[in-house]
C-alpha cells in the first residue's frame, strides 16, 4: 500500500524550531520528486519547498528561504523539512506529496497538480 505519512507537527513558540518529516511506505522515494505544501484556515494550499528526485534541486517560497531546509534520508526513505525561526504566519497543516518521474516529464517538480501521493497532514501552530 502506497502511503506517505507526516510527522513532528506541533504547538510551538515564535522563533522556534521544528523538524517534520515525511515517510514512504509502499514506494521508493529515490523516484520521486517531494514538496511540502500548507495550507493555513480561510487560505489557499501554497507550495513551500521541494526537492527534485534527477538532480536534487531544491526550491523554496519566498516566505520561507532562510528559515525552512528540505533534505531527503533515501536511505529512511524519508524527507525532512526543518523549519527555524517560526513565526505565527507559518501555522498551517502540513502536508507531503510525491510527484513520480513520469507526472515529472508533464509538470515542474514543485506543481502540487502533479504530485501523484500526498499524505494526511501535520499540523503546526506557531503562538505565544
Known amino acids: 500500500q502506497v502511503q506517505l505519512v507526516e510527522s513532528g507537527g506541533g504547538l510551538v513558540q515564535p522563533g522556534d524550531s521544528l523538524r517534520l518529516s515525511c515517510a514512504a511506505s509502499?514506494?521508493?522515494?529515490?523516484?520521486?520528486?517531494i514538496g511540502w505544501f500548507r495550507q493555513a484556515p480561510g487560505k489557499k494550499r501554497e507550495g513551500v519547498s521541494c526537492i527534485s528526485s534527477s538532480d536534487g534541486s531544491t526550491y523554496y517560497a519566498d516566505s520561507v528561504k532562510g528559515r525552512f531546509t528540505i533534505s531527503r534520508d533515501n536511505a529512511k526513505n524519508t524527507v525532512y523539512l526543518q523549519m527555524n525561526s517560526l513565526k505565527p504566519e507559518d501555522t498551517a497543516l502540513y502536508y507531503c506529496a510525491a510527484m513520480s518521474r513520469r507526472s515529472r516529464g508533464y509538470y515542474p517538480y514543485c506543481d502540487s497538480s502533479g504530485m501523484d501521493y500526498w499524505g494526511e497532514g501535520t499540523l503546526v501552530t506557531v503562538s505565544s
Open positions: 509502499g514506494f521508493t522515494l529515490d523516484y520521486y520528486s
